[in-house]
C-alpha cells in the first residue's frame, strides 16, 4: 500500500516547456486534488476532482488543466510553463468517509 | 479576508513542555471541520488531528489536542511533551460545508514554525 505516488520528485522546466505531474493513490479514494506550496503563503488548492468523471477549480487554477484518467490518477498539466509556477506541488486524497486528506510526497518544480 | 489566520510564524519551545499553536479562522458556514498537518523538514504533509464544527469534545489524538473555542473562532493545536521531533512547520486548515459533501475542499493557513530545544 503506496498510499499517494507523485512523479517525478523534481523537475526543471524552461519558461514555454510544457509537463505533466503525475498523481496515483491506491487507497480508492474518491476524492484527488492538486495543491501548490509557495513559501510563507500555505498551500493552495489549483483543482480538484470530488469523483470519477468531475474536476473543479480551485483557488488559482490558471496555467494548469487537470484529468482524471481512472480512481486512482488524477493528473496537472503546464501547458506553457512560466516563472511563477515555480513551487512545491502537492496531490492529495480523500475517501468520503475519512476527515483527512492524505498527501503525497510533492514534486519539486523550478522554471527558469 | 484571510479564512485561516495563523499569527505565529515561529514559535520556540523546550523539550518536554507544551505548547501552543494558534489558529483562528472565519467562516458563515455551521457545518465545517479543521484540520491541523504538519509539515517535517523532509517536506511531506502528515494529517494530525480533526475537529468537527458540532463535536461536543474537543479532539485528541495522543500528544495532540485541539482546543476549540467556537464563539472565538479559535482552533489552537495544543502539543503536550515535545520531542525534537516534533520541530517541523505546522498548518492549520479549514472545510467548509458539510464533511459528506462533495465540494469537499480545505483553505490553509500560513503555517507556523516549531522548533523544539533540547
Known amino acids: 500500500n503506496a498510499g499517494v505516488t507523485q512523479t517525478p520528485k523534481f523537475q526543471v522546466l524552461k519558461t514555454g516547456q510544457s509537463m505533466t505531474l503525475q498523481c496515483a493513490q491506491d487507497?480508492?479514494?474518491?476524492?484527488m486534488y492538486w495543491y501548490r506550496q509557495d513559501p510563507g503563503m500555505g498551500l493552495r488548492l489549483i483543482y480538484y476532482s470530488a469523483s470519477e468523471g468531475t474536476t473543479d477549480k480551485g483557488e488559482v487554477p490558471n496555467g494548469y488543466n487537470v484529468s482524471r484518467l481512472n480512481k486512482r490518477e488524477f493528473s496537472l498539466r503546464l501547458e506553457s510553463a512560466a516563472p511563477s509556477q515555480t513551487s512545491v506541488y502537492f496531490c492529495?486524497?480523500?475517501?468520503?468517509?475519512?476527515?483527512?486528506?492524505?498527501f503525497g510526497p510533492g514534486t519539486r518544480l523550478t522554471v527558469t | 479576508a484571510q479564512k485561516i489566520t495563523q499569527t505565529q510564524p515561529g514559535m520556540f519551545v523546550q523539550e518536554k513542555e507544551a505548547v501552543t499553536l494558534d489558529c483562528t479562522y472565519d467562516?458563515?458556514?455551521?457545518?465545517?471541520?479543521l484540520f491541523w498537518y504538519k509539515q517535517p523538514s523532509s517536506g511531506e504533509m502528515i494529517f494530525l488531528i480533526y475537529?468537527?464544527?458540532?463535536?461536543?469534545q474537543n479532539a485528541t489524538e495522543g500528544r495532540y489536542s485541539l482546543n476549540f473555542q467556537k464563539a472565538r473562532k479559535s482552533a489552537n493545536l495544543v502539543i503536550s511533551a515535545s520531542q525534537l521531533g516534533d520541530s517541523a512547520m505546522y498548518f492549520c486548515a479549514m472545510r467548509e460545508g458539510a464533511s459528506g459533501g462533495s465540494n469537499y475542499k480545505l483553505t490553509f493557513g500560513k503555517g507556523t514554525l516549531l522548533t523544539v530545544n533540547p
Open positions: 487507497m480508492n479514494h474518491n476524492s
Open positions: 467562516t458563515s458556514d455551521q457545518s465545517y471541520g
Open positions: 492529495a486524497s480523500r475517501d468520503s468517509l475519512l476527515r483527512g486528506q492524505y
Open positions: 475537529q468537527g464544527s458540532y463535536d461536543e
